[in-house]
């Protein structure tokens, strides 16, 4: 612009310039601004290659960093809802587990009941039908919740289902195998609810015949 254009701020407070040119005035002021920033811009060194390289490793690195902790985090939200699924599985399952020690004495009674009638009281026939009637009853109602009985007669001696209570030197039978069975084991599904007492056989000491 020339000087003959330029108007003084004087002549804006005097009002002594037309409008025209008081807008020309006020448009150069936003471009003076824009050049002064782009003169500024430019003074700024662009980044070289290393600098690049080293920003682009730096967040590649931070980025594997968030990936690895997300699948941490995710399978640690799979384990919880397994266990949470598995526990509450064993809830409904063996909700019965206390009731089941409770009820069992009962039916021990009724066996021993059943089994005294039939040595001692044979004219009895009425009241063991009775007892035995009731007694397959509740064997009926424990077998429909998944409780049945471990009764190893003749079987090996297995120490996750039996407790020894006593060894008997036997010939005619194999070591360790189960010759008495004191009281029944029960399980509730898969779980021992009790074990089965009994009385294990061991092979008989040797003979001292012929020894001085």
């Known amino acids: 612009m020339s000087d003959n254009e330029k108007v003084s701020a004087d002549e804006l407070r005097d009002g002594t310039v037309s409008a025209t040119a008081a807008e020309q005035l006020q448009a150069e002021q936003p471009q003076e601004e824009t050049a002064s920033a782009a003169e500024a811009a430019g003074d700024e060194q662009p980044l070289d290659h290393s600098e690049f390289t080293a920003l682009l490793e730096d967040a590649r690195d931070k980025a594997d960093e968030h990936w690895n902790q997300c699948l941490r985090l995710q399978a640690e939200i799979e384990n919880l809802r397994k266990r949470f699924e598995r526990d509450l599985a064993n809830a409904h399952k063996y909700a019965l587990d206390r009731f089941t020690q409770e009820l069992l004495p009962v039916r021990d009674s009724l066996e021993m009941a059943i089994a005294a009638f039939v040595a001692e009281n044979t004219e009895s026939n009425k009241l063991s039908e009775g007892v035995e009637l009731t007694l397959q009853m509740l064997i009926s109602v424990l077998e429909k919740f ?27 039978v194999e070591p360790n195998t189960v010759v008495t069975v004191v009281q029944k084991g029960y399980l509730l599904h898969d779980r021992l609810i009790r074990p089965a007492m009994v009385i294990v056989s061991r092979a008989p000491a040797a003979s001292d015949t012929g020894q001085a």
């Open 146 to 172: 998944g409780i049945t009985e471990v009764n190893p007669q003749d079987e090996r001696f297995n120490p996750d289902f039996h407790q020894a209570m006593s060894i008997q030197e036997r010939a005619d």
